[in-house]
């Protein structure tokens, strides 16, 4: 008891660590560039995954919508790095010269007012956690309050995503439409799309990361991240232990929502566009399956699972296309009938007791109903 | 609205909740006074369990009034309630299967029940004693550091009962707090009860007649969503329409 | 057979050859001769094969390339799986032919073509992840890839970066013009000028609904279409213009919309499987399209598209655009023979199948033109580059980077099949960026 | 915009957009009966639901080739049969799929939409390794195809009231299973009291398998008739579940009257929308309308009211 409460167990310093050897150093070491700047956008989805640990792990809210909040934040950085691609210079053989080309292939002849904004980097960054934040603050308050939940929740939040799909797709003369917003080039005058760049971007999202997953731990390791526990098992007698059970929910969504805007807006810089595709259902439900897979309880599971569900993606849709959608679907099946502790189950039901043993010693504590991940 | 009375806790008035026309209960009114037992007995489907949900806002109610000190509890959500001092124990003992003994409790404390509130909690010193001491009056001091799944049926109602205490509300209710237990573990809860109702209102549901006895200031008898009889124990227990009830069914 | 192709070596070395690539992958004994047959044709505008060692490696591949003694890597790179596979299938199966046919000619520059596939899976970050993977980590000569203009979008800042040069097949918008793209297929001024001139001095067609699926493509052909109709067609007007979600299967209202407003031409840019809905359901609500009353003019179905929708749905609908499998010249003739027998009789060619089978010997021709590999001077060499072996007959490659080419209206007949019915008269130039139409 | 138009003009226009909006209607209702036994009766949520759709329709798509190959003389009637054999394959996949699956992840609701959404990739993948990545053009019986003019100017699509016809027996058949039935009693005493259920002699393991069964095989011949509107084509089931979701939630679950009342309001109000918007401003706007009354109204249109 007196250890589970301080901010990170032995165990967990080992798993912090063991996360940052890897990120730091083993990819970049063992990857090219190219290679590195995909784990980078692996590492994007990673940020999602974190907040559904939280929000459907240990609170037991599903969200099929993440991808909004995901896609929200990735639009908030593109519009910035779209104002900046598209100076009067670079666009001059445009009817108006200075607005992004999609602008001008829908006959827009000035930058919109709610475009204007984004020529600031400040306000572009606020609004890249500060839109999800209103967006699922909105919905939130909509369902919480209303005691929406499970299944219903789900299917309301994959509405939305549905919703915003069609939306950026219909009005693209503001957004770029389903070809998203493409061709960005410099933040600040710096070019993004150089090796050298890629690698700095790399590393900023590695910290970037570090950042939400100790946001993240700081939380589970509060009395909030107790309360959400007690919440999925035990909605009513929080009820009437007298909190109001709607605001820690909202919390949270919101808290998940800011590290997808994040991810979504780091995915934006590494891959130099933002698109629709990433809105949609079906982006939003692999989300959730990372983090499945990772293990829905364990904050550094979600990471991993991130990487190893994306990576396997690759290789496999590169030496397999066709078996490649046959493979994610058994992920999906085998994840939740076999292990729906995931990754971290897996590595706490049959490897942290063999480490355990090698060192003769507990393999430490850990979040209470989670099943041990590498870090704990 | 009923005007406050500094002579009752509770006032239920004119109570009534309907499903789709079935009234559950029905235009119930009954008066809780302080340092009161009142346990309500009935049949099965009387509305027993209904009418607490009613008082704690776990259901709303169609109609009529429940003052508590003054305050009109329908018209508040239930986190307000609890913070009016108003405790609710489940039927089935409900605790956080997930978390220990001691999480449970810590839930429990009166304070930090915000959400920032709740992120910067600090488990500090007097938590700590409070954790204790309520710990030790439900005899769960040893198992603090437990999670609640491995207790036994009966420690989790002692662990739920805890759970309330540490709210020191001033009006308690209990539903069923000894169902399921084995004799000894019925006797103990007594004793438990008998020591926490001293300085307190308590509402309490319960079939066992000889542990009511045990309990019970008065004692009132539900029949269809409305009051069959009031009084003693001893009063009720021979009031011919209880008798009728209970023997007719 | 040319002089200088050992035929035997072909069929022996070059198909068993599978490092790195699959080329053997699905691809039978029969389709092999095949690919032999179709050299024969092919070598009729290849007057000699060249030889690897007039042509050192050293000298052919200054920057790095996927180019060996014998062979020279390029990439394919379409999607295999997810919504857009049904479209872009035909366009794989093109490029493949095509190489094969290179191949059994002796290949480029006396290398034998290999190909790294890659699935776009119809995701568009997919796309630009797989196309750095193709330029950077395998670095091959060129790509014959993407479908849709997402896609394409998506791709593109990663071939200007690294210097890839791409062969995209679609029809499509126009407002772009990269150095490092090769467009094969038409842009939007191209096949849709001719066909509205047509339809308005043939049918006397004066009022147009135009009726799309909502993203880029439709949107800005409806808009140059538009522009078009009520600039340069005499009193002809638009009568209604609608766009509906990708994948909507509810037609029912517009077609009542469009029953309000009695127009002579139904202009349909419906896209995937919203087509299949549209057509159908246009002809269960009573719209006998070989009535020609409104007349159905669309620049979006292909035979492909056909397959889908049933013929017997589409009958009477005329299509603008540069290909059709009917087109009854020789060079056509052994192409769709050559495509059949490598893929199955059942298969149907459309306008893009026939735009991508272009792009593996176009970049042959510009190669050979260029004389070495290198991107830079392939992309100088290729304006100006010609293919009389086209099936479409004729083309020509601009200084923009698209080609000169016909375009032609086909009637929809109910064995999926389109007669041509039009063709104009001249090559129609490419204007990606047209005045007038912005 | 009206005003070009003569009364008896707009008077058609109007009668045939209300017969849209009832075709419309009758779509929604096939997608969502099969979904709402299983949603509002088992609380599971099917994803791959517009999967099984898919099989119908492919089984229509093998029918009427293996029709027009052998039988061409009883080419016409051949729907009647792959309607028949949609709902057994569907069915029959949906006996297994709960065998396999779905049996053992009833307490976990939401776990059981992950694994649905696993099965309906997998399910695409086969599609597409067994009848190609393009769409599959499915041949109608000609008198299917057409329409029945009333009146000088209002026409009927023909497929339209088959369609319609199809959602009222449809609809009728589940409603005679559900609460005429032996079947359909025991369904929904499992559905109350699951424990009681078990304990009065009602094999609740095989009814859930039945009841999932049926289910699918709704779908399945909804499939099937969504070949006469739609195209068929590995993915064209994901063009359905978000749609066919939000009918079922919206109605509330556990109702199939809701399930028909949501499906009406939602059909009516798009295609309303649809004739003064543009398509996808309606789509926009109708999911908007839906999301919006849901947070107002959580538990759909038809919910009882119980006690907890």
């Known amino acids: ?376 | 609205m009923t005007v406050h009375n500094p002579n009752f806790v509770l006032m239920v008035e004119g109570l009534t909740v309907s499903f789709d026309g079935f009234k559950a209960v029905n235009d119930l009114s009954f008066y809780v006074e302080p340092n009161e037992c009142r346990v309500i007995i009935g049949p099965n489907g009387a509305g027993k369990t209904t009418v607490l949900d009613l008082i704690c806002g776990r259901t709303k109610a169609t109609s009529g009034s429940v003052n508590f000190k003054g305050q009109e509890l329908l018209s508040m959500r239930e986190d307000q309630i609890v913070h009016a001092g108003v405790g609710r124990k489940f039927q089935t003992p409900s605790v956080y299967e997930d978390l220990t003994v001691f999480e449970n409790l810590e839930l429990s404390y009166p304070k930090g029940h915000g959400v920032f509130g709740a992120l910067t909690f600090r488990r500090d010193d007097p938590v700590k004693a409070r954790i204790k001491e309520i710990a030790e009056t439900i005899f769960l001091d040893d198992q603090l550091d437990e999670k609640a799944a491995y207790l036994s049926h009966g420690q989790k109602q002692w662990l739920e009962i805890g759970m309330l205490l540490i709210q020191d509300p001033e009006l308690l209710m209990l539903d069923e707090p000894v169902a399921g237990m084995s004799v000894a573990e019925r006797k103990k809860t007594a004793e438990l009860l008998n020591r926490i109702i001293q300085d307190r209102s308590v509402i309490v549901i319960e079939h066992d007649m000889g542990f009511v006895e045990d309990i019970a200031t008065r004692v009132t008898v539900l029949h269809q969503g409305k009051t069959l009889s009031e009084g003693s124990m001893e009063r009720v227990q021979n009031d011919p329409k209880v008798v009728e009830v209970y023997l007719g069914h | 057979m040319s002089p200088g192709v050992n035929f035997d070596e072909v069929l022996g070395g070059d198909m068993s050859n599978k490092k790195p690539t699959n080329l053997n992958n699905g691809v039978s004994r029969r389709a092999v001769l095949a690919g032999g047959a179709a050299a024969l044709t092919a070598s009729l505008f290849t007057p000699k094969a060249l030889r690897a060692a007039d042509y050192p490696t050293a000298e052919v591949n200054t920057t790095g390339l996927a180019v060996t003694d014998d062979t020279v890597t390029i990439g394919i790179l379409h999607s295999i799986t997810g919504t857009m596979a049904i479209s872009e299938t035909g366009s794989v199966q093109a490029e493949k032919l095509a190489i094969e046919q290179i191949n059994a000619q002796g290949g480029i520059l006396g290398r034998k073509i290999e190909y790294i596939q890659e699935d776009g899976a119809s995701d568009w970050p997919t796309f630009a992840e797989k196309a750095k993977k193709l330029l950077v980590n395998d670095k091959v000569a060129s790509v014959m890839g993407c479908w849709t203009s997402a896609s394409r979008k998506a791709v593109l800042p990663v071939f200007e970066q690294y210097n890839g040069f791409l062969y995209y097949p679609t029809f499509y918008e126009g407002l772009e013009e990269s150095p490092n793209v090769i467009y094969t297929g038409q842009e939007a001024t191209q096949q849709i000028i001719a066909g509205l001139d047509w339809v308005a001095k043939e049918k006397g067609a004066k009022s147009f609904y135009l009726l799309g699926s909502d993203y880029i493509w439709p949107r800005t052909s409806n808009k140059i279409a538009r522009k078009h109709i009520e600039n340069f067609l005499d009193g002809a007007k638009v009568v209604g213009e609608e766009y509906y979600p990708l994948g909507h299967t509810q037609f029912n209202s517009v077609i009542n919309k469009i029953r309000l407003k009695k127009p002579d031409v139904i202009y349909a840019i419906v896209v995937g499987g919203s087509n299949v809905a549209f057509y159908k359901q246009l002809k269960a609500a009573g719209i006998d399209m070989t009535k020609e009353d409104p007349i159905v003019l669309t620049i979006s179905v292909t035979e492909d598209e056909i397959r889908g929708i049933g013929g017997e749905n589409i009958e009477g609908a005329y299509a603008c655009m540069k290909y059709f499998q009917s087109l009854t010249n020789d060079n056509n003739i052994e192409f769709v023979k050559a495509f059949k027998e490598m893929w199955g009789d059942d298969m149907v060619i459309g306008d893009v199948t026939q735009a991508a089978y272009l792009g593996p010997w176009l970049w042959k021709a510009a190669v050979e033109a260029a004389g070495s590999f290198d991107v830079d001077k392939v992309r100088a060499a290729t304006p100006g580059i010609e293919l009389t072996s086209a099936p479409e007959g004729y083309v020509k490659v601009h200084e923009n980077h698209h080609l000169w080419s016909k375009t032609r209206v086909g009637l929809a007949k109910a064995d999926g099949q389109y007669d041509v019915v039009f063709e104009t008269a001249d090559l129609v130039e490419p204007d990606p960026f047209p005045e007038g139409y912005q | 915009m009206f005003s070009d138009y003569s009364m008896s003009e707009l008077g058609a226009i109007f009668a045939m957009q209300g017969f849209a909006g009832l075709i419309l209607f009758s779509v929604f209702v096939l997608m969502a009966l099969g979904l709402a036994i299983i949603f509002g009766q088992m609380g599971v949520i099917n994803m791959a639901h517009g999967e099984f759709m898919i099989l119908g329709a492919y089984v229509t798509y093998l029918m009427s080739n293996l029709f027009s190959a052998y039988m061409p003389g009883l080419f016409s009637a051949y729907f009647f049969v792959a309607m028949i054999l949609a709902f057994i394959a569907s069915g029959a996949l949906g006996l297994l799929v709960e065998w396999a699956m779905i049996r053992h992840l009833y307490k976990r609701p939401l776990d059981t939409l992950l694994a649905t959404w696993g099965l309906s990739l997998i399910l695409q993948q086969i599609y597409r390794s067994v009848f190609g990545a393009r769409e599959v053009g499915v041949t109608i019986p000609d008198w299917m195809m057409g329409s029945m003019p009333v009146t000088d100017l209002i026409e009927v699509p023909i497929n339209g009231i088959f369609v319609m016809v199809l959602a009222v027996s449809i609809s009728i058949a589940v409603y005679v299973l559900m609460f005429k039935s032996t079947w359909g009693r025991q369904v929904r005493a499992i559905n109350q009291n699951r424990v009681m259920a078990g304990a009065v002699g009602i094999n609740t393991e095989w009814t859930d398998r039945l009841t999932f069964g049926i289910g699918c095989g709704v779908a399945g011949v909804a499939g099937s008739a969504f070949t006469m509107i739609g195209s068929t084509g590995p993915t064209a089931g994901q063009l359905y579940i978000v749609d066919t979701f939000l009918v079922v939630v919206f109605g509330g679950a556990a109702s199939l009257l809701g399930t028909i009342a949501s499906a009406f309001s939602i059909s009516q109000a798009q295609s309303i929308m649809e004739f003064f918007l543009s398509g996808s401003m309606a789509k926009v706007l109708t999911l908007l309308t839906i999301v919006g009354i849901l947070m107002i109204r959580p538990q759909g249109l038809f919910a009882l009211k119980l006690r907890k």
């Not at chain 1, 934040?73 to 598209?86: H, N, V």
């Not at chain 1, 306000?123 to 934040?133: D, E």
């Open chain 1, 1 to 376: 008891m007196e250890t589970s409460n301080r901010f990170l167990s032995r165990s967990e310093i080992i798993g912090f660590a063991v996360l940052a050897a890897v990120i730091f150093i083993v990819l970049p070491v063992a990857l090219d560039t190219f290679r590195l700047n995909l784990f980078g956008k692996y590492l994007t989805y990673a940020f999602v995954a974190v907040g559904l640990v939280l929000c459907w792990g240990a609170g037991g809210i599903l969200s099929l919508g993440q991808g909004v909040f995901f896609g929200l934040g990735g639009y908030c950085m593109a519009m910035f790095l779209k104002l900046e691609a598209s100076t009067p210079e670079n666009t001059a053989i445009q009817s108006t010269p200075g607005i992004p080309d999609f602008m001008d292939w829908n006959q827009l002849t000035a930058l919109p007012a709610w475009w204007q904004p984004f020529n600031s980097l400040a306000f572009a960054l606020l609004a890249v956690v500060a839109v999800p934040v209103i967006f699922a603050f909105i919905i939130g308050v909509a369902m919480f309050t209303r005691r929406v939940g499970g299944v219903y929740f789900a299917i309301i939040t994959q509405a939305f995503a549905a919703i915003l799909t069609i939306l950026i797709i219909g009005q693209q003369g503001y957004t770029g439409g389903v070809n998203g917003i493409t061709d960005l080039r410099t933040l600040l005058g710096w070019d993004i799309r150089t090796d050298e760049a890629k690698e700095i971007l790399y590393y900023v999202n590695g910290v970037l990361l570090f950042a939400v997953l100790f946001a993240a731990q700081y939380v589970r390791k509060s009395k909030l991240g107790r309360l959400l526990i007690a919440m999925r098992d035990q909605e009513d007698r929080v009820r009437f232990s007298g909190y109001n059970v709607a605001n820690f929910k909202i919390f949270v969504f919101c808290l998940g929502a800011a590290f997808a805007g994040i991810g979504g807006a780091m995915f934006t810089l590494q891959v130099g566009f933002m698109s629709p595709t990433l809105v949609g259902i079906v982006p939003s439900i692999e989300m959730v399956i990372f983090c499945a897979v990772g293990g829905r309880l364990s904050i550094l599971g979600a990471v991993y699972g991130a990487l190893v569900v994306n990576w396997a993606k690759t290789t496999f849709s590169e030496s397999f296309p066709e078996l490649w959608l046959l493979g994610l679907g058994g992920l999906f099946i085998a994840v939740v009938m076999a292990f729906p502790n995931g990754l971290a189950g897996v590595y706490a039901e049959h490897v942290a007791p063999r480490i355990a043993k090698l060192f003769n010693k507990s393999a430490g504590d850990d979040m209470p109903g989670a099943a041990k991940t590498p870090a704990e």
